[in-house]
């Protein structure tokens, strides 16, 4: 099998006109060039109607797909139009190796997904890729628009609604996701600009176009913010609002710790050194005073 044969196999163009018609290597540049294009007379489906259609003309195009070991690579060919008549009009024809209105293949777009989906910030990705972050925000709002249509929201009953600084200032994001159940990880449901009351009225309103009712959400967690409870309140007065258990420990160490800070005044010696031993829990053998110690502090305040 020569390389032609190996790259059109790669690229997945059995069963339609295109071929591998050069293979060009650069080894100054470091880069891979491969042309594709198809023999005259070919006939394309038309992308609305179906229909196999002549070639009304032709662009040049170019994607980048994954490196070929360590070299860039890059595909290249006339990409043609067909004319489908008057009703399907003159429409630009999908290729098997790239999405529509997309400069990398399909194989180039995965590995984006991979590496942003590892936990990967979209700068850390275009790195490793070498490419620009500003390319790859291009292509990464695509597919989450896409996955957000294809989630299934039917099971949700317990969402999760927190906010989270996006950059310096002021700046939030509500972000309303599904905790963890049993063997299914979480997921984030839907993120909103701003941390306001509205992104609760936002999300019920995404929820009720996918044709769900928001009655089936019967629990809700929350941290304390006055415009979160506020939307909930508004817009799923029906659920359960739930603290989350953060801000709920958070509570009762303040509280914990103003007693502490009471009570020293009165026992100085007894409580000497205690706070952090208190902030410990009793689990991991921390008990901050013996039960002697604490006897004398019970025994003199009584008396």
Same mark, same amino acid.
């Given at each position: 099998? &020569?390389?032609?044969?190996?790259?059109?196999?790669?690229?997945?163009?059995?069963?339609?006109? =295109?071929?591998?018609?050069?293979?060009?290597? &650069?080894?100054?540049?470091?880069?891979?060039?491969?042309?594709?294009?198809?023999?005259?007379?070919?006939?394309?489906?038309?992308?609305?109607? *179906?229909? &196999?259609?002549?070639?009304?003309?032709?662009?040049?195009? $170019?994607?980048?797909?994954?490196?070929?070991?360590?070299?860039?690579?890059?595909?290249?060919?006339?990409?043609?139009?067909?004319?489908?008549?008057?009703?399907?009009?003159?429409?630009?024809?999908?290729?098997?190796?790239?999405?529509?209105?997309?400069?990398?293949?399909?194989?180039?777009?995965?590995?984006?997904?991979?590496?942003?989906?590892?936990?990967?910030?979209?700068?850390?990705?275009? +790195?490793?890729?070498?490419?620009?972050?500003?390319?790859?925000?291009?292509?990464?709002?695509?597919?989450?628009?896409?996955?957000?249509?294809?989630?299934?929201?039917?099971?949700?009953?317990?969402?999760?609604?927190?906010?989270?600084?996006?950059?310096?200032?002021?700046?939030?994001?509500?972000?309303?996701?599904?905790?963890? $159940?049993?063997?299914?990880? $979480?997921?984030?449901?839907?993120? !909103?600009?701003?941390?306001?009351?509205?992104?609760?009225?936002?999300?019920?309103?995404?929820?009720?176009?996918?044709?769900?009712?928001?009655?089936?959400?019967?629990?809700?967690?929350?941290?304390?913010?006055?415009?979160?409870?506020?939307?909930?309140?508004?817009?799923?007065? #029906?659920?359960?609002?739930?603290?989350?258990?953060? #801000?709920? %420990?958070?509570?009762?160490?303040?509280?914990?710790?103003?007693?502490? +800070?009471?009570?020293?005044?009165?026992?100085?010696?007894?409580?000497? *050194?205690?706070? =952090?031993?208190?902030?410990?829990?009793? $689990?991991?053998?921390?008990?901050?005073?013996?039960?002697?110690?604490?006897?004398? !502090?019970?025994?003199?305040? %009584?008396?």
């Amino acid at each position: 099998m &020569d390389s032609d044969a190996v790259f059109a196999l790669a690229l997945g163009l059995q069963g339609t006109p =295109w071929r591998v018609v050069d293979v060009r290597f &650069d080894a100054e540049l470091r880069r891979l060039d491969i042309d594709l294009d198809f023999p005259p007379g070919s006939r394309f489906p038309h992308p609305e109607s *179906g229909a &196999d259609c002549p070639v009304y003309d032709a662009e040049q195009r $170019s994607w980048r797909p994954l490196y070929f070991f360590q070299y860039e690579c890059y595909l290249n060919a006339h990409v043609p139009r067909v004319d489908g008549g008057p009703e399907a009009g003159i429409r630009r024809v999908a290729v098997p190796w790239a999405r529509a209105h997309s400069g990398f293949s399909l194989m180039m777009e995965s590995m984006m997904r991979v590496l942003v989906r590892s936990g990967m910030t979209v700068a850390e990705a275009a +790195r490793t890729l070498g490419e620009y972050p500003q390319r790859l925000w291009s292509v990464i709002p695509h597919h989450v628009a896409k996955a957000r249509r294809a989630m299934n929201l039917e099971s949700v009953q317990l969402i999760s609604v927190d906010e989270v600084c996006r950059k310096r200032g002021q700046n939030y994001l509500t972000i309303v996701s599904e905790p963890k $159940s049993g063997n299914r990880p $979480s997921r984030v449901l839907l993120v !909103i600009e701003g941390r306001d009351s509205r992104s609760l009225k936002e999300f019920r309103d995404h929820f009720e176009r996918m044709g769900l009712s928001a009655e089936q959400i019967r629990t809700i967690c929350s941290d304390r913010s006055p415009a979160f409870i506020q939307g909930i309140s508004e817009q799923f007065g #029906h659920a359960v609002l739930v603290f989350d258990y953060f #801000h709920v %420990v958070q509570l009762a160490t303040r509280a914990l710790d103003e007693v502490r +800070r009471r009570e020293r005044r009165d026992f100085p010696q007894e409580l000497l *050194g205690a706070r =952090w031993a208190l902030f410990k829990p009793q $689990s991991e053998g921390n008990v901050f005073m013996d039960e002697s110690r604490a006897w004398r !502090i019970n025994e003199e305040r %009584v008396s």
